[in-house]
C-alpha cells in the first residue's frame, strides 16, 4: 500500500463497567447521537434481564449478556465471488473484530423487530433468548454457518 495504516480509533470504557465492549454496544446501538439514550436502554435492558435471570442463575447480568454475545458470534460467512462469470458464494472465516461487530449488530436488529413496549424490554427478551441458544439473532448465525457449510466446495476460490 502506499499510504500507511490509518489508526485504529480508541473506545473509551464505559461509565459503569469499565468495559470496551459495552461502549462499542452501545455505539451499534445509538441512533442520531444519542449516547446517554442508548446508554439508558442498555442498563435497563440489563436490569431487566437481573430480575429475570436470577431466579435460577447466579450470573451478573454483564455475564449472561456476554454469553449472549459469544452464543450469536458466527465464525465463517460467505462473500460473493465472481469467477468466469459465475457468482460463487466462497465461505470465510471473519476477523475477530468483525465477529463481535456482526454478533452486535445481529443482536440489536433482532431486538428491533421484537414485539414489547420499550426498546430496553426488547433487547433484555433478545439478550435472555441468545443466551438460551434460541431466538432471531442466534437463528441467522445457524443460517450463516448452514450457508458456508453447503458450499464449503468454493472454498478454494478464498481470496
Known amino acids: 500500500m502506499r499510504k500507511a495504516k490509518p489508526r485504529k480509533h480508541v473506545i473509551l470504557p464505559d461509565p459503569v463497567f469499565n468495559d470496551q465492549m459495552v461502549s462499542k454496544f452501545v455505539n451499534h446501538l445509538m441512533y442520531d447521537g444519542k449516547k446517554n439514550t442508548s446508554y439508558t436502554i442498555f442498563y435497563n435492558a440489563l436490569d431487566i434481564v ?11 447480568p454483564l455475564e449472561i449478556w456476554k454469553q449472549a454475545l459469544a452464543n450469536i458470534t458466527p465464525q465463517v460467512e460467505v462473500k460473493s465471488r465472481r469467477i468466469g462469470g459465475a457468482t460463487f458464494q466462497v465461505p470465510t472465516e ?3 473484530e468483525r465477529k463481535m461487530s456482526v454478533a452486535m449488530k445481529n443482536l440489536i ?3 428491533r423487530k421484537r414485539g414489547g413496549h420499550t426498546m430496553a424490554e426488547k433487547l433484555a427478551a433478545e ?3 441468545a443466551y438460551n441458544n434460541q431466538g432471531g439473532a442466534f437463528k441467522r448465525k445457524e443460517d450463516m454457518h448452514r450457508m458456508a457449510e453447503a ?3 468454493f472454498a478454494h476460490f478464498r481470496f
Do not use: H, Q, W, Y
Not at 50 to 60: D, M
Open 50 to 60: 437481573k430480575g429475570k435471570a436470577t431466579v435460577n442463575e447466579e450470573k451478573s
Open 94 to 96: 471473519i476477523r475477530p
Open 109 to 111: 436488529a433482532f431486538a
Open 127 to 129: 439478550i435472555m433468548d
Open 151 to 153: 458450499n464449503r466446495a
